[in-house]
């Protein structure tokens, strides 16, 4: 029975320290922020953004740099190849992209958004 009971507690054990390997924390850097905030400036170099857009935009900017992030995490987590990691990436990207779209769409104006698409074709 004592056994039975350690076998048990074992298997419970290693479930909950495998289910909390897999959590995935993300910390913004400095690095994350620099990122974020040069991608930002890009936008406001382009289509002039107001003092209330600017903040709007870098945290846009900033989810990006935590989705990739986290991503990123998840891939060491699986052990992937940088090859796989390149293959996962492209339908990520795609994503990625749809969001900063209608994340933008939502805080520029439409002549801003205008200038924005031919800023970056």
Request: net charge negative; hydrophobic share 45%.
């Amino acid at each position: 029975m004592q056994r039975l009971f350690a076998s048990l507690l074992f298997c419970a054990v290693a479930t909950f320290a495998s289910a909390q390997s897999r959590e995935i924390t993300v910390t913004d850097t400095d690095a994350m922020r620099a990122n974020a905030a040069k991608h930002a400036q890009q936008v406001d170099a382009a289509v002039g953004l107001t003092g209330e857009q600017k903040p709007r935009v870098n945290e846009v900017y900033m989810v990006v740099e935590r989705r990739l992030a986290a991503m990123d995490q998840r891939f060491d987590k699986a052990g992937m190849s940088p090859e796989d990691r390149a293959v996962e990436m492209k339908s990520q990207w795609v994503g990625v992209e749809q969001m900063v779209e209608f994340q933008l769409a939502q805080i520029l104006t439409p002549d801003q958004i205008t200038k924005w698409h031919e800023a970056i074709k």
